[in-house]
């Protein structure tokens, strides 16, 4: 049986800044490419975190399709809106920059929005909504992404896994963060399963017949080719309300390039019209919308707090002992990694230490020990 080392939360962190520094990236902002990831494992979702820093983030920097300086232009201001190009740099240089403008905007205003154009992958995107309930705010964020969903009645990979995010304070411990795909699953819980050689359920992937696939490496393949699709939120066809996942992924789409004049669908492939790689003009959008300019913060905080403890009171299914509220899980899996560290299987340590020896970065990681 594999083997599963520990990282703290502190030594990776520091990793991946020392290694985002050396390969380019500016100091500062490596830090922050380096925290906006390592939330992701803080919270137990391994999808957007470790394990995609060299495959997302390294190999596209090496292949030319993501820049390691990020020029942030803001091309169009008013007092409350602003539209920002990022110009292909460091998709999470951009979305903190673009959400602490529209945090400042509400400050002054009561309501903040950014719209960028030109960007990369952000990373979780349960970060930004997190920055703004800590200002006391509630904060949305979405993103379009590689094509990767069929629409309803359809088997042809047309829209992202596009996240529609929220999240706000409570007066809890831990703040109310939604930060799901509006696919049945995202691509990088695909990609965590294949790193694990796990099969997937039936119904997150159909071929081109509509047929389910459950070998993760086909569904990946399948991607690219056109061969494969993931079902939207619900499911496949309207008996599970597919639609409805469907529908939000196009609102998501919309409000990622629409507003900003941005790319879209099939062009977010990152291919060119001869298959050379090209980088993949992500669009995203900011919202951060001051409380108290509605009501005094502890005021929301506490009906937000009681919506939710009367949820995890409410009558639960036989065999359950728990129900849960958004955010709850996250926090609970920070309380338990902040002891033992970050879990890493044999095939992220792999690419950890690809990573590590490409770019010359003097660590010592604890299975080296």
């Known amino acids: 049986m594999e083997k599963t080392y520990y990282e703290s939360f502190e030594r990776m962190e520091s990793f991946m800044a020392q290694a985002f520094t050396a390969i380019g990236v500016p100091p500062e902002e490596a830090k922050t490419c380096a925290a906006v990831l390592i939330e992701s494992d803080k919270r137990g979702i391994d999808s957007h975190g470790v394990g995609r820093f060299k495959p997302i983030y390294i190999d596209r920097i090496n292949e030319g399709i993501q820049f390691v300086n990020t020029d942030f232009e803001v091309v169009r201001e008013t007092k409350t809106t602003a539209v920002v190009d990022g110009h292909d740099g460091m998709g999470h240089v951009i979305g903190v920059r673009s959400m602490q403008m529209a945090i400042d905007k509400a400050k002054e205003y009561g309501m903040g929005m950014v719209a960028v154009r030109n960007s990369t992958h952000y990373g ?3 970060y930004y909504p997190l920055m703004a309930a800590k200002n006391g705010m509630i904060g949305m964020t979405g993103t379009n992404a590689r094509s990767s969903i069929a629409p309803t009645f359809g088997v042809e990979n047309m829209l992202g896994t596009n996240p529609l995010t929220i999240g706000f304070p409570t007066d809890e411990e831990f703040p109310f963060v939604i930060d799901c795909a509006t696919s049945i699953t995202q691509r990088g819980k695909i990609e965590h399963y294949a790193r694990i050689n796990k099969k997937m359920p039936e119904g997150w992937v159909i071929d081109n017949d509509g047929n389910p696939v459950t070998d993760p490496d086909v569904a990946l393949k399948g991607f690219g ?8 939120l619900g499911g496949i066809g ?25 790319s879209f669908l099939k062009a977010l492939n990152g291919f060119d019209a001869d298959g050379n790689k090209r980088p993949y003009h992500l669009g995203h959008f900011f919202i951060a919308i001051d409380i108290s300019a509605f009501c005094p913060v502890e005021e929301f905080k506490k009906t937000a707090g009681d919506i939710l403890r009367e949820l995890r009171a409410s009558k639960k299914a036989k065999g359950q002992d728990r129900i849960y509220t958004a955010g709850e899980k996250e926090y609970l899996a920070y309380l338990k990694r902040s002891e033992t560290g970050i879990p890493l299987n044999a095939a992220v340590r792999k690419s950890l230490e690809d990573a590590r020896n490409q770019l010359k970065v003097d660590f010592k990681f604890v299975w080296e020990e």
Do not use: N, R
């Not at 080719?225 to 939207?232: F, H, Q, R, S, V």
């Open 124 to 126: 979780i995107a349960g």
């Open 225 to 232: 080719t056109g061969e494969c699709a993931l079902a939207p």
């Open 238 to 262: 309207e008996d599970l309300a597919g639609y409805k996942g469907y529908g939000y992924a196009t609102v998501v789409e919309v409000l990622s390039a629409a507003l900003q004049g941005g």
